[in-house]
């Protein structure tokens, strides 16, 4: 199976700070890497699909990027509703494990 | 208006069954790519199942042998047969779409709640 390991795992920023969450995958994935936000008891929400694109609807402050084993995804100008937790999923093989997730509190 | 709606979560003995359901409202189960992830309480997101629009089925390890995804494509509802339930299989069990298998679960529902408890 394939393990992502995120980094880091809690997150305190400000308001209007940019952050970038590390993704990193136990082999190669190619760009098949998703990332998902999730705010207190709801649903998660797509993010970003295939390393780098964003997702319909999706705020431009959040970017992806990356390739094989490493993802990046950073959120500029951080917003009070950006604050959350992250999660990347690969989509390259079966099964499709979830990274274990990043905390982005308010500092 | 794009909408998954689960149910059939609930309190069961450690050994029991569960069957979840997830009922698919502007978009075809048939079509997609339909999946179930949990979460158990206060920890992230893990992957459950999948079935293809072509019928292939998948799972995770920590399932395989006692869960079954299937479909009814006239009620245009996903299910999530659980037998043989553990402890660790409590979680928020949600529903969620990929329309193409490598963009992403870009649908879900609300979740239902599955306790396993004697």
């Known amino acids: 199976d394939i393990q992502l390991t995120q980094s880091p795992s809690f997150l305190s920023a400000s308001l209007g700070e940019r952050v970038t969450i590390t993704c990193r995958a136990s082999q190669d994935i190619s760009n098949h890497l998703a990332w998902y936000q999730q705010k207190p008891e709801k649903a998660p929400k797509l993010l970003m699909h295939?390393?780098?694109t964003l997702q319909r609807g999706v705020s431009s402050r959040f970017n992806g990027g990356g390739s094989g084993t490493e993802f990046t995804l950073t959120i500029s100008g951080l917003q009070p509703e950006d604050f959350a937790t992250y999660y990347c999923q690969q989509l390259n093989s079966f099964p499709r494990t979830f990274g274990q997730g990043t905390k982005v509190e308010i500092k | 208006e794009l909408q998954l709606v689960e149910s059939g979560g609930g309190l069961v003995q450690p050994g029991g069954s569960l069957r979840l359901s997830c009922v698919a409202s502007g978009l075809t189960v048939s079509s997609d790519y339909m999946n179930w992830v949990r979460q158990a309480p206060g920890k992230g997101l893990e992957w459950v199942s999948v079935?293809?629009?072509?019928?292939?089925?998948y799972y995770a390890d920590s399932v395989k042998g006692r869960f079954t995804i299937s479909r009814d494509n006239v009620k245009n509802t996903v299910y999530l047969q659980m037998n043989s339930l553990r402890v660790e299989d409590t979680a928020v069990y949600y529903c969620?779409?990929?329309?193409?298998?490598?963009?992403?679960?870009?649908?879900w529902g609300q979740g239902t709640q599955v306790t396993v408890s004697s």
């Open positions: 295939s390393a780098s």
């Open positions: 969620a779409r990929a329309f193409i298998p490598a963009t992403g679960l870009d649908r």
């Open positions: 079935i293809y629009s072509g019928g292939s089925t």
